[in-house]
């Protein structure tokens, strides 16, 4: 559990694993394996698999404790497996991103400094394409014109073990008509983000997250997220949350 948890101390295995993981994943588009990470840090297995759970338990990675390797699904903005974002640099592909929010996100990693990434999608109602044109986070363009972001799992409910659950319930929409249909086929409300909330609300973390050895660990504490979405201005009403609420 991952929600009320304080910072933590990074170990120096947790930040050099992270460094490499990272370092490794932006170079390659896909993550390393054990082996990669040993010869990449000179860890030992055990350290490196400790490390993992650390960063886990900070919100910087997913990985499958259950797995005899310790898969690594997740290290956002990136994913390991097919996601509903793929991002394109220089017209090849170079890999799933997390997220819609990591699709605004990922142009802001030091890897991609001064590269236009393409970041290929699809509305999550009827899978018509989506695809977002980003530089040094700024979105250059966009096709269709100001698709919306939708989230369809309440803050409650995010990060109760690992990430995984919360960034698959971030999906493109067309517009807010597409997103209602979408809530039919799914049977669940959810919440709207403009691209441009979207970026007011990653940008805390994009700042400092791979430009900062040392970056903190994060904490997932539902009524602070729920402040600073009503702050920017998104109608929390479908969760139960109108303003008068408060």
């Given at each position: ?111 991609f400094e001064g590269k236009e990434v ?37 803050v409650w409910d995010w990060v109760h ?86």
């Open positions: 559990m991952s929600q009320y948890v304080p910072r933590l101390d990074w170990t120096e295995r947790a930040l050099r694993v992270r460094q490499f993981v990272f370092d490794f994943w932006s170079e390659s588009g896909r993550p390393p394996n054990l082996r990669q990470v040993k010869e990449g840090t000179h860890l030992s297995r055990r350290d490196i698999v400790q490390a993992y759970k650390e960063l886990q338990t900070g919100i910087v990675v997913v990985v499958d404790q259950d797995s005899p390797n310790c898969d690594l699904l997740k290290a956002p903005p990136f994913s390991a497996f097919p996601s509903q974002v793929e991002m394109f640099i220089d017209e090849k592909f170079h890999s799933f991103i997390g997220c819609a929010h990591e699709a605004v996100a990922v142009s802001k990693m030091p890897q393409r970041l290929e999608s699809y509305c999550a109602c009827c899978l018509e394409p989506v695809t977002l044109w980003s530089k040094e986070f700024e979105i250059t363009k966009t096709q269709p014109r100001n698709p919306l972001v939708h989230c369809a799992t309440p073990y690992d990430m995984k659950s919360m960034c698959d319930n971030v999906n493109l929409v067309i517009d807010e008509e597409h997103a209602r249909r979408y809530e039919l086929q799914i049977g669940r409300r959810g919440i709207l983000f403009t691209l441009d909330q979207v970026r007011d609300y990653v940008e805390p973390a994009v700042g400092i997250r791979g430009w900062d050895y040392h970056w903190p660990s994060q904490s997932m504490d539902p009524e602070r997220l729920i402040e600073r979405l009503r702050e920017l201005g998104i109608d929390l009403s479908p969760w139960g949350l109108a303003e008068e609420e408060r």
